[in-house]
């Protein structure tokens, strides 16, 4: 039974990729001066898959294969005043190309798995990121370096 007054929230969604090459997380520095993972909103006609894929492509110009789904939580930005479903997959790079900064982002970083918990960034990205690497270390230890 619905409730008269009732009027579900809203928010928007945001996909992001966790990707490790040689050793290293690839990160993005944001206007709030956070790193983030590569990625952004889905559009209507692609899967999140897709989404992710073409959003990394897009930000660093890295091609990538998505892999499985890692997590998805919450996150409030306090400066914008507002929440955003985050999905997180990890994801295989194709090639050894060297990232290229968009002008989304304000800096690109690759980082080790040891740096990540000192970035200032959502607790939700550093969980997304460990989960990862403990998934190639024993899938494809040769991707952790």
Request: negative net charge; proline residues 7%; hydrophobic residues 30%.
């Amino acid at each position: 039974m619905s409730q008269p007054d009732y009027v579900p929230r809203t928010f928007p969604v945001s996909i992001k990729g966790v990707v490790v090459r040689g050793g290293t997380v690839l990160l993005l520095k944001n206007e709030r001066n956070e790193w983030e993972l590569p990625g952004g909103r889905i559009e209507l006609d692609e899967t999140p898959e897709e989404c992710v894929a073409r959003e990394i492509t897009e930000e660093t110009q890295w091609r990538v294969t998505t892999g499985p789904l890692l997590d998805t939580w919450m996150y409030y930005i306090d400066v914008a005043e507002k929440h955003v479903f985050i999905v997180t997959y990890g994801c295989y790079v194709d090639g050894n190309t060297e990232p290229v900064l968009s002008y989304e982002h304000k800096e690109i970083g690759l980082f080790t798995e040891n740096e990540v918990p000192t970035l200032n960034m959502p607790d939700g990205y550093k969980r997304s990121i460990a989960t990862w690497y403990d998934r190639l270390r024993k899938d494809t230890p040769e991707l952790v370096g």
